[in-house]
């Protein structure tokens, strides 16, 4: 069964701290993984994407990891800003045919001044 | 519009009713999906729509649970005889399918409250 597990559910920090989120995957065949931010009472919007090649990519003070051998991503944001507060949610997806990403359940941050 | 657009952005409906929630999927979008999300919790899958093809309908969670999408535009989920354990925010997202590497656009959501 495809599965998305994500550490730690919950994380408070200060403001200007660094963080990292984790992500642990079971789905196969892999196509690529995404993390989204999901403001509260909005919609999830996608911050980065990572595909099997790719070992590292930056989005600004976001910097997603991906290790295709152990199945694991990580998201790390450095300078926490009070805006970073949200849910972050690790989406893995399969190639072709019949497209059901599989979503982990978010990790919550709370960035406190 | 530019992205996807969900009404009602807010329902309060009484047990026993029947809900409708619609979707206004991003433009040339052939993929569309709804989600459950209760409140604290993670998304949880209910259909999913490619172009012509016959949805997935895996997700719902029972036969008081419907969805429909006329080709590739609207969508509406509709819930018969609602349920306290209902109450949820109902999230749309639309994707261009035909890429693996397709990103997820989402609606602000339809929050439903069951009294």
């Known amino acids: 069964k495809n599965q998305v597990e994500q550490s730690p559910q919950s994380l408070i920090i200060l403001e200007g701290k660094n963080c990292t989120l984790q992500?642990?995957?079971?789905?196969?065949?892999?196509?690529?993984l995404r993390w989204y931010k999901q403001d509260t009472g909005r919609g999830p919007v996608s911050l980065t994407i990572m595909t099997f090649s790719e070992n590292t990519k930056s989005n600004g003070r976001y910097t997603a990891t991906l290790d295709a051998d152990t199945k694991q991503s990580s998201l790390h944001i450095t300078a926490s800003q009070l805006s970073d507060s949200a849910s972050y949610i690790c989406?893995?997806?399969?190639?072709?045919?019949?497209?059901?990403?599989?979503f982990g359940r978010g990790t919550s941050l709370i960035v406190h001044p | 519009g530019a992205g996807v657009s969900q009404s009602p952005s807010n329902k309060v409906t009484e047990k026993g009713k029947d809900v409708e929630l619609r979707c206004d999927p991003i433009?040339?979008?052939?993929?569309l999906y709804w989600y459950r999300q209760r409140l604290g919790q993670g998304l949880e899958f209910l259909i999913y729509f490619q172009g012509n093809s016959a949805p997935d309908k895996s997700g719902l969670p029972s036969d008081r649970f419907s969805a429909e999408r006329t080709g590739e535009s609207v969508s509406t989920l509709t819930i018969q005889r609602t349920q306290q354990e209902d109450s949820a925010v109902y999230l749309c997202?639309?994707?261009?399918?035909?890429?693996?590497?397709?990103?997820?656009?989402f609606g602000e959501g339809s929050r439903l409250t069951v009294l």
């Open positions: 989406v893995v997806s399969g190639p072709g045919g019949s497209y059901i990403p599989t």
């Open positions: 433009s040339g979008h052939t993929a």
């Open positions: 992500c642990n995957y079971t789905v196969s065949p892999f196509s690529n």
């Open positions: 997202a639309s994707s261009f399918r035909l890429v693996d590497t397709g990103e997820l656009f």
